[in-house]
């Protein structure tokens, strides 16, 4: 099944720059979208960014604005370790949430924003960003 572990989140000040990463250890994840979804309280959970295996094509949410980027470390074939990177700069209080990194099997970007369509869950890194 593998596992995903988020790591670097923390308070900062709007105008901050952070980087989260989340490990995916357990079983190859070299082959899957991999991604970041986001959630503050009282909403829903919703998407920041994903990138394809293999040839890295980036999406990104649109409030993002060029702010974020997303970014994977596969590894070498023998090792099951994969990390999945979350740059973020000029932070805004309304970045504040939950993160969360996801991942899905597919290589494909068919519906590569959809929740619904990732299969395994990290348990979130907290960022809080304060004006």
């Known amino acids: 099944q593998g596992q995903l572990v988020e790591s670097g989140g923390g308070l900062v000040q709007a105008g901050d720059s952070l980087r989260l990463s989340c490990e995916a250890s357990?079983?190859?994840?070299?082959?899957?979208?991999m991604a970041w979804f986001r959630q503050a309280p009282g909403k829903e959970r919703e998407f920041v960014a994903a990138i394809t295996p293999f040839n890295f094509k980036t999406y990104y949410g649109d409030f993002v604005a060029g702010r974020f980027t997303i970014s994977r470390n596969d590894g070498s074939r023998d090792n099951a370790k994969n990390t999945l990177y979350l740059q973020m700069t000029s932070l805004k209080p309304e970045d504040t949430a939950v993160y969360f990194c996801?991942?899905?099997?597919?290589?494909?970007?068919?519906?590569?924003?959809?929740?619904?369509?990732?299969?395994?869950w990290g348990q979130g890194t907290q960022v809080t960003v304060s004006s």
């Open positions: 996801a991942e899905r099997p597919s290589q494909s970007a068919i519906e590569i924003r959809a929740e619904a369509t990732y299969n395994l």
């Open positions: 357990g079983r190859r994840f070299d082959r899957g979208v």
